[in-house]
């Protein structure tokens, strides 16, 4: 598919890799005299809303030679494409895109999309249409562009003014141009929302960062305050963990859905850091205040973007620490919070289907078989996180140094990269036997000597009491007593 991804990083030949570093960044390796690379032509979209949000009128300028063709995203965008012209001629439209041939250097093409066709298209069984007149849309749908993306591509993009529809999007603005945002690689390959309506998009301050959260369809019950404190409280866990937010703007998009409580999350990577959240509009603050789920989803863009195959660990590692960073916020106790790892600990160890935990997070998309990957991921980063604290460090250490690349453009980590330059950064090989041993096995990984260690001393399935331990100090400082 046009503008899929690269094949994932790799682990092999990481130490070579490593140790070459300065020769590059001091150029000892560079070739004297290479010419060098043509410079790709700039991308520069300008996006006009409808104020009776009816219509997307997109105008793409570019700064240097048009490509052959613009492709969208995502095939089914083909379908809502009207109007293609080009210094008001029509552009013709074959089956490998929008054909562009002809045109001179510094031409701009023009094209509008339904925005009630695209909102409908966007979001899965008709979601879209219970936010109407509002619309929440997939930018791959309506953001054409050539069909190879350069890695350094340069683009932007700027939202005509309106007064009367706001827009709720994740990309970062470019420093002095009011209304224009960055488009880097991500944002033409990973999935994002954008909306458009007449809702406020609140700035939402949490320690190193920034929450910009839309609220779109029905108002919730709990009031616009009590949003803002559950996002303010979530952000601020995730970012005791992270010695900061782990970007410095993230978009937060609420939609309203019928009924009461949390349904769903998903955290979005397409050029900037972003979250959606669907929420009950008969929530009151109480079902606010038990909610795990905006920690979860707002961990997440503090971990490098890993592969479906890697789940245990994208998911297993954001499973333990949605709990630590409630407890950290003050939305849970400690003992609530051991009793909550302890309580997945056990639905995972029920679950599975017999294949060892890599195997089993390569098929879950398949199997269905979440809980086990979910919570045998879980159980990867207590283990983790009590070994490297018996060596005088902690898995927030690593998380942190983790943080570097998860927003970083480019394709999907490896795990097995990430576990491995962790170890040689740090010194101890310490996660990559460990992460051999669990992912090897069909079994729910054992963490009863690691219980011992810490005093977690379980009471049945489902919770915990916390008693003297030599590993007490330690159990405290996990969840920032």
């Known amino acids: 598919m046009p503008g899929a991804p690269e094949p994932p990083r790799r682990a092999g030949h990481r130490l070579i890799v490593l140790r070459l570093l300065p020769l590059l960044a001091s150029g000892l390796l560079a070739c004297g005299g290479s010419p060098a690379a043509p410079k790709e032509t700039a991308l520069r979209y300008r996006v006009a809303v409808d104020p009776a949000?009816?219509?997307?009128?997109?105008?793409?300028?570019?700064?240097?030679?048009?490509?052959?063709?613009?492709?969208p995203g995502a095939a089914a965008g083909r379908a809502?494409?009207?109007?293609?012209?080009?210094?008001?001629?029509?552009?013709?439209?074959?089956d490998r895109g929008l054909v562009l041939e002809g045109l001179s250097e510094g031409a701009c093409v023009r094209y509008s999309v339904d925005l009630a066709d695209l909102a409908a298209l966007s979001e899965s069984r008709g979601v879209?249409?219970?936010?109407?007149?509002?619309?929440?849309?997939?930018?791959?749908?309506?953001?054409?562009r050539p069909a190879k993306v350069a890695p350094d591509i340069d683009a932007t993009l700027r939202f005509e003014p309106s007064p009367t529809v706001r827009v709720s999007q994740p990309w970062p603005m470019v420093v002095g141009q009011p209304g224009t945002?960055?488009?880097?690689?991500?944002?033409?390959?990973?999935?994002?929302?954008?909306?458009?309506?007449?809702?406020d998009v609140r700035p939402i301050e949490v320690p190193g960062g920034t929450l910009r959260a839309t609220v779109v369809g029905a108002p919730i019950a709990a009031g616009p305050e009590a949003v803002d404190a559950w996002l303010r409280r979530a952000g601020a866990g995730v970012a005791q963990v992270f010695g900061g937010f782990p970007a410095p703007v993230a978009q937060v998009v609420v939609l309203s859905v019928p009924g009461r409580?949390?349904?769903?999350?998903?955290?979005?990577?397409?050029?900037?850091?972003?979250?959606?959240?669907?929420?009950?509009?008969?929530?009151?603050?109480?079902?606010?205040?038990?909610?795990?789920?905006?920690?979860?989803?707002?961990?997440?863009?503090?971990?490098?973007?890993?592969?479906?195959?890697?789940?245990?660990f994208a998911e297993g590692i954001t499973t333990y620490y949605t709990y630590?960073?409630?407890?950290r916020a003050g939305a849970l106790s400690p003992a609530q919070a051991w009793s909550r790892i302890h309580d997945g600990f056990h639905r995972g160890r029920s679950r599975g289907s017999g294949r060892p935990l890599g195997d089993e997070s390569a098929a879950m998309g398949h199997t269905g078989e979440y809980w086990r990957v979910y919570w045998g991921g879980a159980a990867f980063a207590l283990l983790a996180d009590v070994a490297l604290r018996r060596q005088g460090g902690s898995l927030d250490q690593v998380v942190r140094y983790w943080s570097r690349w998860a927003r970083t453009p480019g394709p999907a980590w490896h795990a097995r990269a990430l576990v491995e330059r962790a170890d040689v950064h740090f010194g101890r090989a310490t996660l990559g036997p460990l992460a051999?041993?669990?992912?090897a096995s069909a079994g729910f990984p054992?963490?009863?000597?690691?219980?011992?260690?810490?005093?977690?001393?379980?009471?049945?399935?489902?919770?915990?009491?916390?008693?003297?331990?030599?590993?007490?100090?330690?159990?405290?400082?996990?969840?920032?007593?």
Request: aromatic fraction near 10%.
């Open 128 to 144: 879209g249409r219970l936010f109407a007149p509002d619309r929440v849309t997939w930018p791959h749908l309506w953001l054409w």
């Open 261 to 312: 409580g949390v349904h769903f999350g998903t955290s979005m990577r397409g050029g900037g850091a972003g979250v959606m959240l669907l929420v009950g509009s008969d929530s009151e603050a109480t079902d606010l205040d038990r909610d795990w789920t905006a920690t979860h989803e707002l961990f997440h863009l503090g971990l490098p973007h890993v592969g479906d195959r890697d789940a245990w």
């Open 446 to 481: 054992e963490v009863r000597a690691a219980y011992a260690w810490l005093g977690l001393v379980p009471l049945d399935e489902a919770a915990l009491r916390l008693a003297p331990a030599p590993g007490e100090a330690a159990r405290r400082a996990v969840m920032g007593e």
């Open 324 to 327: 630590v960073a409630m407890a």
């Open 181 to 199: 945002v960055r488009l880097d690689w991500n944002a033409f390959t990973w999935r994002a929302r954008v909306a458009f309506g007449r809702f």
């Open 80 to 94: 809502l494409l009207h109007d293609a012209t080009a210094a008001h001629v029509a552009l013709p439209l074959d």
């Open 53 to 71: 949000l009816r219509a997307l009128d997109v105008r793409l300028c570019f700064e240097g030679p048009p490509p052959d063709r613009l492709v």
């Open 436 to 439: 051999d041993a669990l992912l």
